[in-house]
C-alpha cells in the first residue's frame, strides 16, 4: 500500500445535495479565515470558474484515461451528469445506484467505461458486500464522489437505528468510504469529494444532536436535513485529518440549488425552476467534478467549495472537536461492519 498507511490505520487515527430557495447566500471564502484542517497543506486559490458554469467546462481538455471514480446516486440529476461528463473524458465510473437496474440503466445511458454497482445506503451488509466488489476489481480509486442523499422527509423515519436522513446522508456514506479507503490511498493523489450543502446551516443550534440522533426528542425535516449536511462536512474534515500523511485528500462542497429527484418530497408550489437562483443540472455538477479533477486542487484537503471556489462554511463544519466526536460515534454505529 502507497503511502505506508492502511484504511485500519485511519480508522485507529483518534479521538448532498441540492436544497430550495431559501439558503441563505453563501460568502465566498477568505481562506485566511478558515480553519485548515491539515497543516502546512495548501490553501486553494481562487479558479476561473464560478456559478454558470458547466461540469464540461471545468473538465475541458482533461485526459482522465486511467483514473477510476466511484459516483453514488448515479442514476439521476447530479450522479448522473457527473458520471456522463468522467467517462466523457475518459475515466473508468463506477456508477452506484439502490438497484442493480437502476445501476445498470444508467451506466447504459452514458457513453464510456462504466461499471454498475449496487449500493442501498442504508444496507450495511449490502454496503460491505459492494466495496468487496469494488476491491476485486484491484484497481485504486482516483476519485471516490459521495453525491447520494435524501432531503426533507416530511415524516420521521429510522434506519439502522438513527433518523433516516443522517443514516443515508452521512453513516451510509461513512461506512462506504472506509471500507474503500485502502483503494483511494492507493491512487497517486486519490480525492474523496462529499456533496454536502448549503443547508447546513439549517442544522439544529448544537450543530450534531449526538443524544436524538433517533429523533425520539424532536424531529424536523429541515433541521434533520441540515444536521445530515453538516455531518458530510464533518466527516470530510476529520477524513483530511486523518489522510494528512498521505497523497490522498477530502474536501466538501455546496452544489447549488438545483431542480432534481432530491426534491421529491416537496410540494410543486415550492419548486420554481424560474427563479435565477436556480442551477441547471450540468452547473450544480460543476462544483463536484471540479473538486475531483482540477490539478489546482492537487494537494489541497478538509475545505468547503461552491460555485467551483473556497466558501465560508459555519462554525459547526470546522469544529474539530465535534469533527472527531462524530467520527467515533459512526464508528460505533457501523462496528460490525467495518
Known sequence: MKDGISRRAVLGGGAAAAVIIGT???????????????????????SPFGRD???????????LAGKTALVT???SGLGLETMRVLAMRGAHVIGAARTAKKAKDACDSVEGKTTPL?????????IVAAADQVAALDSPIDMLILNAGIMALPEL???NGVEMQFAVNHVGHFLLANRLLEQVIAADAGRVVVVSSGAHRWAPDEGIQFDNLDGADGYDPWQAYGQSKVA????SRELARRLGATRATSNSLHPGVIPT??????????????????KTIPQGTATQCYVATSPDLARVTGYYFSDCNPAEASDHMQN????????AVSEELVADYL
Open 24 to 46: 441563505p447566500l453563501l460568502m465566498r471564502a477568505d481562506t485566511l479565515d478558515y480553519r485548515p484542517a491539515v497543516a502546512g497543506r495548501p490553501a486553494p486559490n481562487r
Open 53 to 63: 458554469s458547466t461540469a464540461e467546462d471545468v473538465t475541458a481538455g482533461m485526459d
Open 73 to 75: 446516486g448515479c442514476n
Open 232 to 235: 458530510n462536512g464533518l466527516f
Open 320 to 327: 474539530d472537536e465535534m469533527a472527531a466526536r462524530l467520527w
Open 261 to 278: 429527484n432530491l426534491s421529491r418530497h416537496l410540494p410543486p408550489r415550492d419548486i420554481d425552476t424560474n427563479d435565477p437562483r436556480y
Open 157 to 159: 423515519r429510522l434506519a
Open 118 to 126: 449496487v449500493v442501498e445506503l442504508t444496507d450495511l451488509p449490502g
